[in-house]
């Protein structure tokens, strides 16, 4: 991808430890406008604290983290909001609110994030819903869905603002295959729709594999396979995380060609 | 060498962190008003039968206990101002404090932590929504609120205990005697000290409450730990406050 454009978020050289142990380790990685990078790494390799890092969640204990052209280290909580409005995020457990029902839960960021006047709201809900299929849910309550179900209601929650950036933290763990591509098809959905910035953390190779080779059809509402120049403008870019460190950077077929045992392990089915 | 004083300091620090600016977020806006009217029906409303309960029989078993000790010295008359003291100044305060401190320091621990390992408490910050604004005020406010509160019912409540004791089941004294006794003796450095004590009480409990459930780590497992530390912390605190705010109201 060309490098004059815009870079949407930035890590130079980022280190977070908690106590003794460092989770992120010298991390610097650029994801620019209409890109999508692919986390991969194993339990604990600092996947979710580099993401939770890209939007201030947890700081950072040497670096910087450009966000939207902001450095975001030197930003208070307070200051953070109007950046993270414009960030959709979904967390590895759902981050669903146990006491609020479906139409709440995805009307939240619409109410508290960009203060979207009232009588905007159930329609911009419903609308987010049936994207996600689920506008049946409205009235109920997280515990009386099924993980797959409070997975796509967190994808709702994180798209329904049309952020410009997407964080997607391992969206597919613990889900059966099918709905787990479900999952992703919803992702690629969003990202082709709404030309929205994705970064995925993920564990399974093939979730990134469905990001860098399909994309989405309005016509016939169905994913296909991205073929020659369509494929060159997803723009996936892979990446892999390996004790806090990262051992790997490039393109699909950098990954499946690498011979490093670890790099390797991520890059097979 | 000092290092085993590190984490003990460490979370002093932290407590008293969260309790600065959480006091610092009262005035500010948003208010959460819808949260702080549901905390104060939990917290309140909800504690009241154990504490109607617990307070009535604290004061009938204290009219029991004493009618011996005072019958030795022929004082059963003054059964109504020692009641009324012991209650208000202490007990009323202390047991209120301590059931609340079961009840709904234990509620709040566990209810945080579980937002927390959930990561309900990232999505609530990535959305734009200050924890502590909308989570921890409500229900220091509503506790600090609701806790004095329900010490002034159960100190009253104990005072109709101990009546039924010391003047139905015991005649140990008149109707009229027992309740004059207990109103002429309680000064208002009784009632000073029976009221700023369950308001610490409160703070305490609620400041205890959220910062374990906040800092819960370690799944379900982490929430049941955050979930006792939370009891055990805030009754020690409750103890102690206590000893601390006698002493100097003991002096004046």
């Known amino acids: 991808m060309a490098s004059n454009v815009t870079p949407v978020l930035e890590f130079k050289d980022v280190t977070v430890a908690f106590d003794a142990n460092t989770a992120v380790d010298h991390i610097s990685l650029t994801v620019r406008q209409g890109q999508s990078a692919v986390i991969l790494g194993a339990a604990g390799s600092g996947k979710t604290t580099l993401l939770k890092s890209a939007i201030g969640l947890v700081r950072c204990d040497s670096g910087h983290i450009d966000l939207f052209g902001q450095d975001i280290t030197v930003l208070d909580e307070h200051a953070l909001y109007p950046l993270r409005a414009q960030v959709g995020i979904l967390f590895q457990e759902g981050g669903v609110f146990d006491s609020l029902n479906i139409e709440d839960n995805v009307a939240y960021p619409l109410r508290n994030t960009i203060h979207l006047p009232e009588g905007e709201v159930p329609g911009r809900v419903l609308e987010t819903l049936r994207f996600v299929e689920l506008e049946h849910t409205l009235e109920k309550y997280p515990s009386e869905l099924s993980g797959g179900m409070r997975r796509r209601v967190g994808i709702a929650r994180a798209v329904v603002t049309e952020p410009r950036l997407c964080l997607y933290d391992s969206p597919t763990a613990g889900l059966d295959p099918i709905t787990a591509n479900t999952i992703m098809a919803l992702l690629v959905k969003e990202r082709d729709l709404k030309k929205t910035t994705t970064v995925m953390v993920t564990h399974r190779i093939q979730d990134g594999q469905i990001l860098a080779n399909f994309r989405y059809n309005p016509e016939t509402g169905q994913l296909e396979p991205a073929a020659g120049s369509q494929k060159a403008d997803l723009h996936t870019v892979f990446v892999v995380l390996r004790d806090g460190r990262l051992v790997f950077e490039g393109s699909e077929e950098e990954l499946q060609s690498s011979s490093d045992p670890y790099i390797s392990k991520f890059a097979r089915r | ?252």
């Not at chain 2, 085993?4 to 006091?23: A, E, N, S, Y």
């Not at chain 2, 009546?163 to 006794?181: D, F, G, I, K, M």
């Not at chain 2, 409160?202 to 049941?224: D, H, K």
């Open chain 2, 1 to 252: 060498m000092l290092d085993f004083l590190k984490p003990p300091i460490q979370t002093f620090q932290d407590f008293f962190f969260l309790g600065g600016r959480t006091v610092a977020n009262l005035p500010r806006r948003p208010h959460y008003g819808d949260d702080i009217a549901m905390q104060m029906d939990i917290i309140g409303v909800g504690s009241l039968p154990i504490v109607l309960l617990t307070g009535f029989f604290s004061g009938a078993v204290m009219a029991l206990q004493m009618s011996r000790a005072l019958a030795q010295y022929g004082a059963s008359g003054q059964v109504g101002s020692i009641v009324a003291i012991t209650l208000v100044r202490e007990l009323g305060p202390v047991l209120t404090a301590l059931l609340v401190a079961g009840r709904n320091g234990s509620g709040i621990a566990s209810e945080l932590g579980s937002m927390k390992v959930t990561e309900q408490i990232d999505a609530m910050r990535a959305l734009g929504t200050d924890p502590l604004q909308k989570l921890v005020k409500p229900r220091l406010i509503a506790t600090a609120v609701m806790l004095p509160l329900l010490t002034i019912i159960a100190d009253f409540v104990g005072l109709i205990g101990g009546y039924l004791v010391a003047v139905p089941l015991l005649s140990l004294t008149t109707s009229s005697q027992y309740w004059n006794n207990a109103y002429r003796l309680l000064e208002y450095n009784d009632i000073t000290q029976g009221l700023l004590k369950p308001f610490l009480f409160a703070i305490i409990i609620a400041l205890v409450g959220c910062y374990y459930g906040l800092r819960t780590t370690g799944g379900t497992q982490g929430v049941g730990r955050a979930t006792t530390q939370a009891v055990v912390v805030a009754s020690i605190w409750i103890f102690v406050t206590t000893v601390l705010i006698t002493r100097i109201f003991v002096n004046l």
